[in-house]
């Protein structure tokens, strides 16, 4: 079974200092790759995806990730926050057929300070 | 505007009684979910149903019943069984077969349950 990892629980990052959020999974075999950010007592919102071709995607917000299948790894990368970046972002991972539903990781929760 | 809804944002139950969260969607989408959000454990696949009058267990469906007479509707019961019913519940939606797969996420309700 596909599972993910989101290497911290919490990231506390100053005002207009880039970050780094960090996402594992374990497969063996393609897979899709997702980001979402939640904002506090809201449903999520897809920031990026990956599906194929290039291994740097960009998304909304400022946001990019960067596909390694190598050390399976699709870690979520800013290079100024700001305050609106405050929120709790999801590494979610599936594959390619489509049959089963996307695995999430725990979450990471992005502080920014001013 | 194309998406989901999910009613009502705040609901309060006394223990012992059964509860339905509603869920909407007109995106045409064929697959829909269940999951439940606590602090710190990320998202939980509780129900997901891939064509109507279908659906199959997630990880945690024990104390939870869901039905799918219709391609719109997915409503979620949380039953008297169900021992921490109190946490944040998510909707989402998907199309099915090849292609892209993001779930998109209704605004989510919030029970408590005294």
């Known amino acids: 079974a596909q599972s993910v990892t989101q290497l911290d629980s919490q990231v506390p990052v100053f005002e207009e200092a880039p970050v780094e959020l960090r996402c594992n999974y374990s497969?063996?075999?393609?897979?899709?790759l997702f980001w979402y950010v939640q904002y506090p007592n809201q449903g999520l919102q897809l920031l990026l995806k990956?599906?194929?071709?290039?291994?740097l995607v960009k998304g909304i917000n400022g946001f990019e990730a960067e596909f390694n299948k190598s050390q399976t790894s699709f870690h979520l990368r800013k290079p100024s926050v700001h305050i609106s970046d405050t929120a709790e972002y999801f590494c979610?991972?599936?594959?390619?057929?489509?049959?089963?539903?996307?695995?999430f990781g725990k979450g990471t929760r992005l502080s920014v300070i001013a | 505007d194309g998406g989901i809804t999910q009613s009502p944002k705040y609901l309060f139950r006394k223990e012992g009684q059964n509860v339905t969260l509603s869920c909407e969607q007109n995106?045409?989408?064929?697959?829909m979910y269940w999951y439940r959000q606590d602090p710190g454990q990320g998202l939980r696949l509780i129900y997901y149903?891939?064509?109507?009058?279908?659906?199959q267990k997630g990880d945690i469906a024990e104390g939870y019943s869901v039905s799918r007479e219709k391609k719109e509707s997915f409503p979620l019961t949380v039953t008297s069984a169900q021992k921490n019913p109190t946490a944040f519940y998510l909707c989402?939606?998907?199309?099915?077969?090849?292609?892209?797969?993001?779930?998109?996420f209704g605004p989510g309700t919030r029970l408590t349950v005294t």
């Open positions: 990956y599906l194929s071709g290039s291994t």
């Open positions: 979610a991972v599936s594959d390619p057929s489509g049959n089963t539903p996307l695995v």
């Open positions: 497969s063996s075999v393609s897979v899709y």
């Open positions: 149903s891939q064509i109507v009058n279908d659906f």
């Open positions: 989402a939606s998907s199309i099915t077969g090849p292609g892209s797969y993001e779930q998109y």
């Open positions: 995106l045409n989408h064929d697959a």
